[in-house]
């Protein structure tokens, strides 16, 4: 996913962590494209509805690059979004998910976004259709080396970190 990404960032980018529980997962993909990291704090109100209340770093005059592991109805990246504009990011607005599931709302909010480009695997089908902007990075070579991995009797440890 990351390689998906990397060519078309902006120098200015930082990469965000949409949630709490996407930090770990933003620190790692800082390190390896050697970008400073912020993180948004939010509140999930319901399943579709959050609040958010703050951002942690610097986006002031940056392109994010927001993260997470699931996009289901696209609330978090909705709120997100929001707050990073209003704390003076650019609106130039990467995401990157490990799980697309656009579900319920999804389509709608995502297409309000100033998203230049959502990124996300293949590992489950999208009930919604990608636009343009969106693509999907496969995930074959990494089943194929995990597959090769357990056949050998090798280690799968190192193989989901990201670097």
């Not at 003076?88 to 490990?98: D, L, N």
């Not at 995502?110 to 969106?134: E, R, Y």
């Not at 991995?149 to 970190?161: K, V």
């Amino acid at each position: 996913l990351v390689g998906a990404v990397k060519s078309s960032l902006p120098e200015d980018s930082v990469v965000v962590a949409s949630d709490l529980g996407a930090t770990k997962l933003a620190e790692r993909w800082a390190r390896i494209l050697d970008l400073p990291t912020a993180l948004v704090h939010k509140q999930r109100v319901s399943g579709e509805q959050v609040t958010v209340r703050d951002i942690t770093g610097d986006v002031r005059d940056r392109s994010p690059l927001l993260v997470d592991d699931m996009i289901s109805t696209g609330g978090t990246l909705a709120a997100a979004a929001e707050i990073l504009i209003r704390g003076g990011a650019k609106p130039h607005i990467t995401v990157a998910a490990t799980h697309g599931l656009l579900v319920g709302d999804a389509a709608t909010r995502l297409a309000a976004l100033p998203l230049s480009q959502l990124v996300v695997t293949d590992s489950v089908i999208p009930q919604l259709a990608l636009s343009a902007n969106q693509s999907t990075a496969t995930i074959a070579p990494l089943l194929a080396e995990a597959i090769r991995r357990l056949y050998e009797g090798h280690s799968l440890g190192d193989l989901l970190s990201l670097g």
